[in-house]
């Protein structure tokens, strides 16, 4: 009765015994780099999406853009040096320098209208 009790705790512990006896032989053997090397890439396998998140969050801060649509005023956010489409108007913008600037296809003028008021003449 007791003997079954212990037997069945060996069996529970048999995967990392024989991890143990496997990462024993490989360091008598002299292969210990492999198992440095297999414990390194473990590590960066955990280590290199926090690193990727934060260097993500970091990029981002740096390049979004939050500014108003030169064209309808709406507010917009970006990344810097890319195109975007304002949800309002529809105009295709340009991220440059931290700013939004109307896209325009090269060999086109862009002209402001200025509204005048009307006179009459009199004779």
């Known amino acids: 009765m ?3 009790k212990l037997q069945f705790n060996f069996e529970k512990i048999r995967p990392l015994l024989t991890l143990l006896a496997i990462a024993w032989l490989l360091a008598s053997l002299g292969l210990g780099w ?3 090397s297999l414990v390194i890439i473990v590590g960066l396998l955990f280590l290199l999406p926090v690193i990727a998140f934060f260097g993500f969050r970091w990029w981002l ?4 853009v939050t500014n108003q649509c030169p064209v309808c005023g709406y507010e917009l956010t970006g990344v810097n040096n890319s195109q975007v489409q304002c949800a309002n108007c529809g105009e295709q ?3 440059k320098n931290f700013q939004f600037q109307r896209f325009t296809p090269e060999g086109t003028i862009d002209v402001t209208a200025v509204e005048v008021q009307a006179q009459s003449l009199e004779d």
């Open 34 to 36: 492999l198992v440095n």
């Open 61 to 64: 801060q740096k390049n979004l």
């Open 93 to 95: 913008l340009l991220v």
């Open 2 to 4: 007791t003997f079954k």
